[in-house]
């Protein structure tokens, strides 16, 4: 069953959506927008954190690395057909 819309009805329904359009336009206000908070209490301690943990990273990749390529280790678990060869 289709609904029949005739032209009258359209012309009635696109000027009652304008009309309504600008009735509540007129009605609306708009407030400033809010000053952006800054940074400060605990948040401090979570930016801290963001800063430092690049640093943390390299240093514990200089620390870690160097002496597992020295005394061989790095050379055992990668040899294929080593003993502690994992293709994993």
């Known amino acids: 069953m289709a609904i ?3 032209i009258e ?3 009635f329904l ?3 959506a304008k009309i309504a359009r600008k009735i509540v336009m007129e009605n609306i206000t708009l407030a400033p927008k809010p000053e952006p908070r ?4 605990l948040l401090i301690l979570v930016v ?3 800063l430092f943990q690049p640093l943390r990273l390299c240093m514990s990749l200089v ?3 160097p002496p597992i390529i020295i005394d061989g280790t790095w050379e055992t678990m990668t040899t294929v ?3 502690f060869y994992s293709p994993l």
């Open 4 to 6: 029949m819309v005739t």
């Open 9 to 11: 009805t359209k012309v």
């Open 14 to 16: 696109t000027l009652f």
């Open 38 to 41: 800054k940074i400060g209490g």
């Open 48 to 50: 801290l954190g963001l």
């Open 63 to 65: 620390v870690t690395f």
């Open 81 to 83: 057909g080593g003993e």
